[in-house]
T-cell receptor, first 113, second 117 residues
Framework: SQKIEQNSEALNIQEGKTATLTCNYT??????LQWYRQDPGRGPVFLLL?????KEKRKERLKVTFDTTLKQSLFHITASQPADSATYLC????????????FGQGTTLQVKP | DTAVSQTPKYLVTQMGNDKSIKCEQN?????MYWYKQDSKKFLKIMFS???????INETVPNRFSPKSPDKAHLNLHINSLELGDSAVYFC????????????????FGPGTRLTVT
């Protein structure tokens, strides 16, 4: 069966450390993978998109990797800050004209000062 | 200026009622979506329109009917509301599908929390 899984348990880290979030999928072949941030009571906000032929993508303190062999994406936040505390969602993008995204359930990150 | 707006933000109603949620985007995008986020936080696509044409229609009860009067608006009407319809409904838009555009990110509205009692 098709699945997309993120760490269901919350991730607690100390300010200044690197947070690493995992997104695994089975029986999908996404052309792209997107990461979003969602704060309580708000809509998701787009962070990064990585293509199947890209190994790594960076934006400021964010880094995403995409391993189509392992069927896994890792999302890193370096020098984490309390303001980074939120739920992070990964989404598989099949590159169809419809733009249909299949979301994971999200991982909640708590950065403690 | 709000890019994707939804009204109302909260909606409390009784079983059997009919209700509508409105969505508007001022980003000039051609594609709009409706998502449902349940209590376990799963965000699931329901419908999508590209320039007023329905392009995604997931397995959703017929009681849910989207309507797109123009490409900047996508409304969701729900008939005969049931307890299981309680969730947060998000509207989103994307430049995807617009001629000459190769951006695929989606922009979400603030959500409408629907509670059916």
């Amino acid at each position: 069966s098709q699945k997309i899984e993120q760490n269901s348990e919350a991730l607690n880290i100390q300010e200044g450390k690197t947070a690493t979030l995992t997104c695994n999928y089975t029986n999908y072949s996404p052309a792209y993978l997107q990461w979003y941030r969602q704060d309580p009571g708000r809509g998701p906000v787009f962070l990064l998109l990585i293509r199947e032929n890209e190994k790594e993508k960076r934006k400021e303190r964010l880094k995403v990797t995409f391993d189509t062999t392992l069927k896994q994406s890792l999302f890193h936040i370096t020098a984490s800050q309390p303001a980074d505390s939120a739920t992070y969602l990964c989404a598989l993008d099949m590159k169809s004209n419809t733009g249909k995204l299949i979301f994971g359930q999200g991982t909640t990150l708590q950065v403690k000062p | 200026d709000t890019a994707v707006s939804q009204t109302p933000k909260y909606l409390v109603t009784q079983m059997g009622n009919d209700k509508s949620i409105k969505c508007e985007q001022n980003l000039g995008h051609d594609t709009m979506y409706w998502y449902k986020q349940d209590s376990k936080k799963f965000l699931k696509i329901m419908f999508s329109y590209n320039n007023k044409e329905l392009i995604i229609n997931e397995t959703v009860p017929n009681r849910f009917s989207p309507k797109s009067p123009d490409k900047a608006h996508l409304n969701l009407h729900i008939n005969s509301l049931e307890l299981g319809d309680s969730a947060v409904y998000f509207c989103a838009s994307s430049p995807r599908g617009t001629s000459g555009i190769t951006s695929y990110e989606q922009y979400f509205g603030p959500g409408t929390r629907l509670t059916v009692t």
